[in-house]
């Protein structure tokens, strides 16, 4: 849909003769420009107070922000009805901190089915999805040509829109710990230039280690006061620099700093296999987190061998639908299982040459190397040979 720009009335009739008609013309299309600001800015009030809902959780619950998208809706398609738009040419916010669509999807895709679309989706003026995402993701899988739509103003500030995606997400759909942690990640990194977002979980631990040192806490309901106090609390324990940024940035989100670091910063240290899991299987993160335990490093076993036992746990927990406490008995079990098959191996006599040779093959780390091409070539000829070897007495 074109972006609807304001109308140079002035310019529009420098030329033509000033007769009756012609002026009456030029207040009706003033009258209209004037309607049609006032349409553009009801409906970016309706979206400012979207957000305002997200913010202010003592007032608000997940119903009272339907009703909100929904008035805003209901706006949009009162004064300028509905379209229906290619499917194709729609595309997701990339700035939405929701991934995980799989079940959504499909219970949407059959309420598609048996329903019809019941509720247009929500676009920008360049078909950027601003609500309707599932929507649109189930029209896609039962191949639609095109959705319903209603169109309203897109945000000039990318992280404005980040912003408003999250607060959009949070209570109207639960974001997952992954989800949500890579997003406020990037809201902070919006919000202090220059920060990196490996940095953010290190600097919200930093602190709150600083205060435990000292004997010191946030408050377990800082996130829930006014600004003003947030800062103050900030200020009065010697908080400051980026540090009272990002705090400042959680806490204006309704996010307790020390619940993050507990509960949800966690998930991004996530093995990219189970992250892939979370988002495309189903995954619980809770779950996730006690299967990233089956590691190479405290399994003392290879990468390939950790990564093919992670997903047979994957696999179990998701078919079986285990719960926390039944994934993390069955990823013990996994551990106990690999330690005693380390200690009956290690039982065995062993080699002592080849014993020096496995700790220098794995020592080696070929990127921190500056060998030349013919030392690599050397060395691929010669492992190739040794590999040959050891073949042949497996066999």
Avoid at 137 to 161: C, H, I, N, Y
Avoid at 209 to 238: C, D, M, N, V, Y
Avoid at 258 to 272: E, K
């Amino acid at each position: 849909m074109a972006k609807r720009d304001r109308l140079d009335v002035d310019s529009f009739f420098s030329e033509v003769d000033q007769s009756q008609e012609v002026y009456n013309l030029r207040e009706r299309l003033k009258a209209l420009e004037a309607e049609l600001d006032q349409q553009v800015g009801r409906e970016q009030t309706l979206v400012a107070d979207i957000e305002q809902l997200r913010l202010d959780t003592n007032r608000t619950n997940g119903q009272q922000l339907q009703n909100q998208i929904s008035q805003l809706r209901e706006h949009l398609k009162q004064n300028q009805g509905t379209f229906h738009y290619r499917v194709e040419d729609i595309y997701p916010n990339r700035e939405q901190p929701r991934k995980s669509f799989v079940e959504a999807v499909e219970a949407m895709t059959l309420s598609l089915q048996q329903e019809g679309q019941l509720d247009p989706v929500i676009l920008f003026e360049d078909g950027m999805l601003f609500d309707g995402e599932c929507r649109w993701r189930a029209a896609q899988q039962l191949g639609w040509e095109s959705l319903e739509a209603v169109f309203t103003t897109k945000p000039d500030d990318s992280s404005l829109l980040r912003r408003r995606a999250y607060l959009t997400s949070l209570h109207r759909r639960s974001l997952n710990a992954l989800d949500k942690a890579e997003t406020l990640v990037a809201i902070a990194c919006d919000a202090v230039p220059g920060l990196l977002p490996e940095e953010v979980p290190r600097l919200v631990n930093r602190v709150l280690t600083r205060l435990k040192r000292r004997k010191q806490s946030l408050g377990e309901r800082l996130h829930l006061q006014s600004p003003q106090e947030q800062q103050a609390i900030l200020a009065q324990l010697a908080i400051e620099g980026d540090e009272a940024q990002v705090l400042a940035v959680f806490l204006g989100l309704q996010e307790h700093p020390a619940s993050l670091s507990r509960n949800i910063f966690p998930s991004l240290n996530l093995a990219d296999d189970l992250k892939a899991a979370v988002r495309e299987s189903a995954l619980g993160c809770p779950q996730a987190m006690l299967i990233n335990r089956l590691s190479a490093s405290e399994l003392g076993i290879s990468q390939r061998q950790a990564l093919k036992l992670r997903q047979k746990a994957v696999k179990e927990v998701v078919s079986q639908n285990l719960s926390t406490t039944q994934t993390q008995a069955w990823v013990a079990q996994q551990k106990q299982k690999h330690i005693e098959s380390v200690e009956v191996a290690h039982s065995v006599p062993r080699d002592r040459q080849v014993e020096r040779l496995l700790t220098t093959v794995k020592k080696l780390d070929l990127t921190a190397t500056g060998a030349s091409t013919e030392q690599l070539q050397d060395l691929q000829q010669a492992l190739e040979a040794m590999l040959m070897q050891v073949k042949q007495r497996l066999q």
